[in-house]
C-alpha cells in the first residue's frame, strides 16, 4: 500500500487493513448489510410506535363503538327483568337508535363544512334529499339508464356523487359570498329543491306525500354477493333465528340497526380521514383565517368548493339509509329546511368543529325524544303507571297530576328540546364533547393514549 493510500486512510479514521487486502471487500459487504439492518430495524421500530400510538388514540372510538354493539341485547335483557318499566321509560328502544343513526351521519356531514370551514350550510337538507330521493326512485325503476335491479351500494355511492356534483354548482355561486348571506342563499337554493319535489308528479303519484320504495328491498353488503348482503327494514329486512346454535334471535330491526351502523362508521372514519390529511388542515385555516391562507398561496375557493362535496355525499349517504330502512321518503322528511335546523342543533349540543360531537349530540336529542314521547313507553306512561290514582286525580289549582303530566311531559320533547339548546349556547357553547376537550386540554384520544402509555411505562 502506498503512503499516499496510507494517509488517506488514517485521515478518514480507518487502517490499511480497513481499505486493503483480500477482506477488504468483505468488510465493506458487511458494513453495508449491517447499515441496512439497522435501517430496516429503525424502520420496523417506528412502524410499530406508529401503529402502538393509533390504537392508543383510537381506545375510545373502540369503547363508543362495543357500547353501541351490546347495548340492543342489554336493553332487551333489561326488558325481561323486574326492571323492565324503567328500562323502557328511561333507555331508547332500538328504532330510536337506528333514527340516531341516520341524524347522527347527517349531522356529522354538516359539521364538515360548517364546523371545519366556518361556512354554515343551511340547506344541506337538499343533499340528503337527493340521497333519499335517488335510492327509491332507483329502485322504482323510474330513473333512466339505471335498472331497476341495482344493489342499493352502488345506488347509495352514485347518489353520493350525484349529491357532490349539485353541491359544486350550488358552491360555485353561493362561496361567492359568506357569512349569513352564504348561510341564506344555500338555505333559498334548498327551498327550491323542496318546492320542485313536493310538486313535481313525476317523483311520485302524489308528491307532496313522497315516493314509496316498490322495488327490490335494498341490501347492505357486496354488491352481486348474497351471501354476505343483509336487507334493511322493519318488516322486509332480514332475520336471524337461533344464531350459531345459542337460541340469539336477531330481528330484523336489529340486524338494520347493525348494517347501517357500519356504514355510518366507515362514513365517520372516512371524515375524520380527510380531516386530519393536509386538505383538511388548509379546511381548518380557512375557517381561522382564509385571508392569510390565501395569502400564503392557497385555493381557498376550491377548497372550500371540495370540502361542500364531500359533505354533500356523506349527507346523501345518510338520505339514502334513511330512505331504504323506511322504504320511502318525502319532501318534509328529507329536503324541509327544518331537516337542516335539527341538525344545526344536535351539532351545537354535541360541539361544533369536533366531529364525533354532533353524533353524541344526537343520541341525546334521540335520548330525550325517546323518554319524552308516548310511542315506546316513555316517561308519561311511566308515571301514569306507577302512581296512584289517589295521586293522579289529585286536584291543584283546579288541575289534577294527570293533566299535568299529559301537558307538560307527554310529547313534549321538541319544548325541552329547546329549552336545552338555550341553556348549551348560553353556558356549555361549545358543546358536550367540545367541553370535554377544553377540561382535558386535547383531544379524548389524545388524552387517552398519553395516559395508557403512562401506565404502560
Known amino acids: 500500500m502506498s503512503p499516499a493510500r496510507d494517509d488517506r486512510a488514517r485521515e478518514d479514521g480507518g487502517t490499511s487493513s480497513d481499505v486493503d487486502g483480500p477482506d477488504a471487500g468483505l468488510a465493506e459487504s458487511t458494513d453495508s448489510v449491517d447499515t441496512v439492518t439497522d435501517t430496516t430495524a ?233 380531516i386530519h390529511s393536509p386538505f383538511g388542515r388548509v379546511m381548518i385555516a380557512i375557517r381561522e383565517n382564509e385571508e392569510r391562507a390565501a395569502a400564503i398561496g392557497y385555493n381557498v375557493f376550491w377548497y372550500k368548493m371540495v370540502a361542500f362535496g364531500f359533505s354533500a355525499f356523506f349527507a346523501a349517504i345518510a338520505g339514502a339509509l334513511f330512505a331504504a330502512f323506511s322504504r320511502g321518503a318525502s319532501p318534509d322528511e328529507t329536503f324541509y329546511f327544518l331537516v337542516t335546523a335539527d341538525a344545526l342543533i344536535v351539532t351545537i349540543v354535541g360541539g361544533i368543529g369536533t366531529l364525533a360531537g354532533p353524533f353524541f349530540g344526537t343520541a341525546f336529542y334521540e335520548w330525550l325524544e325517546d323518554i319524552l314521547s308516548s310511542e315506546q313507553g316513555g316517561l308519561a306512561p311511566y308515571l301514569r303507571g306507577i302512581l296512584p290514582d289517589g295521586v293522579l286525580t289529585a286536584d291543584i289549582a283546579g288541575i289534577t297530576i294527570a293533566d299535568l303530566i299529559n301537558t307538560v311531559v307527554d310529547g313534549r320533547a321538541p319544548l325541552f328540546l329547546g329549552i336545552v339548546f338555550v341553556l348549551f349556547v348560553l353556558f356549555v357553547p361549545n358543546g358536550l364533547l367540545g367541553s370535554v376537550r377544553d377540561r382535558l386540554g386535547n383531544t379524548v384520544g389524545k388524552y387517552v393514549g398519553g395516559r395508557l402509555e403512562r401506565y404502560r411505562r
Open 42 to 274: 429503525a424502520h420496523a421500530r417506528d412502524d410499530e410506535h406508529w401503529l402502538r400510538e393509533y390504537a392508543r388514540e383510537h381506545v375510545p372510538h373502540l369503547l363508543v363503538i362495543a357500547l353501541f354493539a351490546v347495548y340492543p341485547p342489554i336493553y332487551g335483557l333489561l326488558l325481561r327483568t323486574p326492571l323492565s318499566a324503567e328500562a323502557n321509560a328511561f333507555l331508547p328502544g332500538t328504532t330510536f337508535l337506528i333514527a340516531m343513526l341516520f341524524l347522527g351521519l347527517f349531522a356529522m356531514s354538516f359539521d364538515f363544512i360548517s364546523g371545519y370551514t366556518g361556512y354554515l350550510s343551511f340547506g344541506h337538507a337538499a343533499f340528503y334529499g337527493v340521497g333519499a330521493y335517488f335510492i327509491v326512485l332507483v329502485a322504482n325503476g323510474d330513473v333512466p339508464g339505471i335498472p331497476a335491479g341495482t344493489p342499493f351500494v352502488i345506488t347509495m355511492i352514485v347518489g353520493g356523487l350525484l349529491a357532490f356534483g349539485l353541491a359544486l354548482a350550488i358552491g360555485a355561486v353561493s362561496f361567492r359570498l359568506s357569512g349569513v348571506y352564504f348561510a341564506m342563499i344555500t338555505l333559498g337554493f334548498a327551498q327550491v329543491a323542496y318546492e320542485l319535489v313536493r310538486n313535481w308528479n313525476y317523483v311520485a303519484v302524489n308528491p307532496q306525500d313522497g315516493p314509496t320504495l316498490s322495488g327490490p328491498t335494498p341490501e347492505i353488503g357486496i354488491p352481486y354477493v348474497d351471501s354476505v348482503s343483509i336487507a334493511l327494514g322493519r318488516l322486509a329486512g332480514d332475520s336471524f333465528e337461533n344464531v350459531l346454535g345459542l337460541g340469539i334471535d336477531i330481528s330484523a330491526t336489529l340486524t338494520s340497526y347493525y348494517a347501517i351502523g357500519a356504514v355510518v362508521l366507515l362514513s365517520y372514519f372516512a371524515m375524520q380521514r380527510l
